[in-house]
Structure formats: C-alpha cells, structure tokens
C-alpha cells in the first residue's frame, strides 16, 4: 500500500517536472511556420490556431508565441 502512495506521489511530481513543459515547447519548424501565418492571419486566436496542429492546446501555443515573440514596452 505504501509503494501505491508512493508512485502516485510520483506521478503528480513528473506532471509539474519542468522537463515535461520544455518537451512541449519544443514545436517543430513546420510547426512555428504554421503558428507564425495564422497568427498573422487571425491575430491571437490560440483555440483557432491550435485546431490546425494536432496534439497542441491554445495554451501551449499561447506561451510558445508568448515566450518567443513577446516585446518589452
């Protein structure tokens, strides 16, 4: 029973690991090509961009353009 508490325990570690965020970061140049037209298109529509790449949320999407292009004013 304390080995299941423990990997549990283990589980909720791993999802806030910031290892896992920076996997998801990671976007392919075909990718950032995508996010970078239709941002251009539809300005920040992150639910309507990230509906033309599978496996990724608005979320995601959001902070990668949030983190690469933002600018300091």
């Known amino acids: 029973m ?5 990997s549990s325990d283990d ?3 791993d999802s806030k690991d910031g290892d896992s965020r920076d996997s ?6 075909d990718e950032e090509k995508l996010i970078t037209r239709m941002y251009n ?10 509906g033309r790449i599978p496996g990724r949320t608005a979320e995601e999407i959001e ?5 690469r292009y933002s600018t300091s004013e």
């Open 2 to 6: 304390a080995d299941l508490d423990r």
């Open 11 to 13: 589980v909720s570690t």
């Open 24 to 29: 998801k970061m990671d976007f392919s140049g």
């Open 41 to 50: 298109l539809v300005g920040e529509r992150w639910p309507l961009i990230a």
């Open 63 to 67: 902070r990668y353009w949030t983190s």
